[in-house]
Nanobody, 117 residues
Framework: VQLQASGGGLVQTGGSLRLSCAASGRTFRSMPMGWFRQAPGKEREFVAWINDNGFRRNYADAVKYRFTASRDNAKNMGYLQMNNLTVEDTAVYFC???????????WGQGTQVTVSS
């Protein structure tokens, strides 16, 4: 499975972005997806999780009620809608697929999100 994240960019505080994650392979629809981010000088952190059929989601407290994870299994696509962005959301965002062992074995290359004040 290969993942390609896109949709990052420069946005002002309070703005919105939608990240996309394109997956290859037929196993996408059977794998939960996670979103992570890494800010400069910081460790990578969990952002959001969505199960294989899209009916269950979890979010980090820092993004809850502002970010929404979704997926379209027919298109092999995952999405992260980010609203009311703040400077603290500036980071490289990664999508990843979770294997049955609960580890994230497949990662996209990351897309930069920069929020200006």
């Amino acid at each position: 499975v290969q993942l390609q994240a896109s949709g990052g960019g420069l946005v002002q505080t309070g703005g919105s972005l939608r990240l996309s994650c394109a997956a290859s392979g037929r196993t996408f629809r059977s794998m939960p997806m996670g979103w992570f981010r890494q800010a400069p000088g910081k460790e990578r952190e969990f952002v959001a999780w969505i199960n294989d059929n899209g009916f269950r989601r979890n979010y980090a407290d820092a993004v809850k009620y502002r970010f929404t994870a979704s997926r379209d299994n027919a298109k092999n696509m995952g999405y992260l809608q980010m609203n009311n962005l703040t400077v603290e959301d500036t980071a490289v965002y990664f999508c990843a697929l979770q294997s049955p062992s609960k580890s994230y074995n497949y990662w996209g290359q990351g897309t930069q999100v920069t929020v200006s004040s």
